[in-house]
């Protein structure tokens, strides 16, 4: 990995075979006190540093990226909720209730939900985002089931260098093509095998 930034001209099969070199460019950080990034590690657009300045724009880990929200109510008796967020990031999804004995399903990663709770189970497709949950006991009546996940829209690429927390500043960012097997990472941890299926849905294999 850690690349050299410059200029490719990648003949039309070479990028129909995905043959070409990782495409890289730079991606500032907005302010220090970031979270240390290193090499591998998948990023996600952040709040812009300058709204005017549209090429200089803020990454985030996946731990801090802006998560969306979708909703449902419990009626006391309905055990099974679905939400659809559009593609989500592998291992991004979490679902909870607002009960006096609040429920919490996790995503596991692997297309499955359910997580070390025995709260609920259920499924995600990463592609699509329709995520499906049933509780083992059903939430509260008008209490509030709250899914969250880190919408795949926000991927901007793989660290190619590192960045300590104290600096302000940015790092060499894979937009496109291929990195180092078992390079990346996810939250810190190796990429889970749907993670690198949604790396290559995102041009990067």
């Known amino acids: 990995m850690n690349g050299v930034i410059n200029e490719i001209e990648p003949t039309g099969q070479e990028a129909a075979d995905r043959r070409h070199p990782p495409v890289i460019n730079r991606v500032q950080f907005p302010s220090a ?5 290193k090499v591998g590690e998948m990023l996600f657009e952040g709040s812009r540093e300058n709204a ?13 990226a ?6 449902g109510t419990g009626d006391g008796t309905a ?6 967020f559009g593609e989500v990031v592998p291992g991004s999804v979490k679902i909870v209730t607002n009960d006096s004995t609040a429920k919490e399903v996790t995503d596991n990663g692997d297309g499955t939900l359910g997580g070390e709770s025995e709260s609920g189970t259920g499924t995600v497709d990463y592609a699509t985002g329709h995520v499906s949950v049933t509780f083992a006991a059903a939430p509260a009546n008008a209490k509030t089931v709250t899914a969250t996940a880190i919408p795949g829209a926000g991927f901007v690429g793989i660290a ?10 940015g ?5 496109h093509g291929t990195i180092c097997e078992g390079i990346a990472k996810y939250n810190g941890s190796a ?3 749907e ?6 849905r995102h041009g990067i294999w």
């Open 33 to 37: 006190g970031h979270d240390e990034i």
């Open 191 to 193: 990429a889970s095998e």
């Open 52 to 64: 005017s300045h549209q090429a200089t724009y803020g990454a985030t880990k996946a731990a801090e």
């Open 171 to 175: 790092v060499n960012v894979v937009l």
């Open 79 to 84: 055990t099974a909720f679905s939400f659809d």
């Open 66 to 71: 802006t998560k969306k929200t979708l909703t």
């Open 195 to 200: 993670q690198l299926k949604f790396l290559s």
């Open 160 to 169: 190619n260098d590192a960045l300590d927390a104290s600096e302000d500043d």
